[in-house]
């Protein structure tokens, strides 16, 4: 069954330094995957998505995440941190072709930022 | 308006209550989806519509009824609700490509509502 794994609950990091969330997917054929984010109170917002073509793929508010066939990775980074970048992050991969199109979602990755 | 809206933005309910949560799409999307989410708990996938016809029913108690009268707008009602019905109820709405030998061909990515805050007593 496809399943989605974000191994960190909870993640501090300090402003300005890098940042790494993990995400681990199973899934039997090319996978589709995403990355949201979700700030209190508030719905998830689309930050990228990998659907074919390159492997590394750009997204909004600076971050960028890299889909690795071999590991069935597709972990998301940014190179500096901002305050405001503190919120919950969640991977998804969807699942297509059946008769319903469906996303299946992580635990989520809680961020904090450190001044 | 633009994008996704969901109203109300919170509600609080007794257990014999009746009540409806609305979503309404502004992307000309045909497909909309109803979300749970709890806290320690992935998202949960409730309901689908695909062209106002439901497509998925996750194993959904009865006292959750989706209504879907058009590709714009899905409800949501509840009654008899429990205190774990409370939760973040999540809509969200993409862009399906029509199906083709019972199977939708690709998709979009899927757009998400602020969701509705429901607390039951």
């Known amino acids: 069954a496809q399943s989605v794994t974000q191994p960190d609950i909870h993640i501090t990091v300090s402003e300005g330094a890098s940042l790494e969330l993990r995400c681990n997917y199973s899934y039997g054929a090319t996978p589709y995957l995403f990355w949201y984010v979700q700030s209190p109170g508030q719905g998830l917002q689309l930050l990228l998505k990998y659907f074919s073509g390159d492997t590394l793929v750009q997204g909004i508010k600076g971050f960028e995440a890299e889909f690795k066939r071999s590991q069935s990775s597709f972990n998301l980074r940014k190179p500096s941190v901002h305050w405001s970048d503190a919120a919950e992050y969640f991977c998804?991969?969807?699942?297509?072709?059946?008769?319903?199109?469906?996303?299946?979602f992580g635990t989520g990755t809680l961020l904090a930022v450190q001044p | 308006e633009t994008g996704v809206t969901q109203t109300p933005r919170h509600l609080v309910m007794g257990m014999t209550n009746k009540k409806s949560l609305k979503c309404e799409q502004h992307?000309?999307?045909?497909?909309m989806y109803w979300y749970k989410q709890s806290a320690k708990k992935p998202l949960e996938l409730m309901f689908v519509?695909?062209?106002?016809?439901?497509?998925e029913n996750n194993s959904v108690p009865s006292r959750f009824s989706p209504e879907c009268p058009n590709s714009s707008h899905l409800f949501l009602h509840l009654h008899t609700l429990q205190p774990e019905d409370s939760a973040l109820y999540l809509c969200?709405?993409?862009?399906?490509?029509?199906?083709?030998?019972?199977?939708?061909?690709?998709?979009?990515?899927?757009?998400f509502g602020p969701g509705t805050r429901l607390t039951v007593l």
């Open positions: 969200a709405s993409s862009l399906e490509g029509g199906k083709v030998s019972g199977r939708y061909r690709g998709t979009d990515t899927q757009y």
């Open positions: 519509y695909n062209f106002k016809e439901q497509t």
């Open positions: 998804a991969v969807g699942r297509y072709g059946g008769a319903t199109n469906k996303l299946i």
């Open positions: 992307l000309g999307h045909n497909a």
